[in-house]
T-cell receptor, first 116, second 113 residues
Framework: DAGVIQSPRHEVTEMGQEVTLRCKPISGHNSLFWYRQTMMRGLELLIYFNNNVPIDDSGMPEDRFSAKMPNASFSTLKIQPSEPRDSAVYFC??????????????FGPGTRLTVL | AQSVTQPDIHITVSEGASLELRCNYSYGATPYLFWYVQSPGQGLQLLLKYFSGDTLVQGIKGFEAEFKRSQSSFNLRKPSVHWSDAAEYFCAVGVTGRRALTFGSGTRLQVQP
């Protein structure tokens, strides 16, 4: 299995531009998570989906951030307009969660976003 | 809400020495507990997990962790550290009904030759 795939691996953009991060979860997994990692705040959950449905988006910082999961094999995280404080590493993770249970999350390599 | 504390931000050990990384959690019931490792520029890799049963859990790369309910702790140990173990280590907590994990702030491990 190729694992969780994220693209791009690095993104440099200017303030005000739209940024789209992409994630392909492991085939067969039914939960998908977006995390953000910064020096100041560590690893924080932005949003997670179960069976393509957003379950908890309380971590999404503001309306500039949006996430979609149109099907079981693809998700996007969009920032519009981007700001320098959005600079971080964004991780996507997926897991196979049985009802009432929890299993490990498999992480992608991350997208390092720099907003100038 | 659950929380995770990793009190040591940075630890340096000599190669071959033993290692213990501390993790304390706050949650009213027994949580699901995880240790992940992150090498520079990489994603997170699971080392081990505790869901129930035996409180001493074996993981990959020679790591183990012990769940101590009375101390709300899940410390990570390795008897002999290798230079390749230099990385950042994250403890994480999961709770029933919420699939997302809560991560600690991480402990950066440096290994001296």
């Amino acid at each position: 299995d190729a694992g969780v795939i994220q693209s791009p691996r690095h993104e440099v953009t200017e303030m005000g531009q739209e940024v789209t991060l992409r994630c392909k979860p492991i085939s067969g997994h039914n939960s998908l998570f977006w995390y953000r990692q910064t020096m100041m705040r560590g690893l924080e959950l932005l949003i997670y989906f179960n069976n393509n449905v957003p379950i908890d988006d309380s971590g999404m910082p503001e309306d500039r951030f949006s996430a979609k999961m149109p099907n079981a094999s693809f998700s996007t995280l969009k920032i519009q307009p981007s700001e320098p404080r959005d600079s971080a590493v964004y991780f996507c993770a997926s897991s196979l969660d049985l009802a009432g249970g929890m299993d490990e999350q498999f992480f992608g390599p991350g997208t390092r976003l720099t907003v100038l | 809400a659950q929380s995770v504390t990793q009190p040591d931000i940075h630890i340096t050990v000599s190669e071959g020495a033993s290692l213990e990384l501390r993790c304390n959690y706050s949650y009213g019931a027994t949580p699901y507990l995880f240790w992940y490792v992150q090498s520079p520029g990489q994603g997170l890799q699971l080392l081990l997990k505790y869901f129930s049963g035996d409180t001493l859990v074996q993981g990959i790369k020679g790591f183990e962790a012990e769940f101590k309910r009375s101390q709300s702790s899940f410390n990570l140990r390795k008897p002999s550290v290798h230079w390749s173990d230099a990385a950042e280590y994250f403890c994480a907590v999961g709770v029933t009904g919420r699939r997302a994990l809560t991560f600690g702030s991480g402990t950066r491990l440096q290994v001296q030759p």
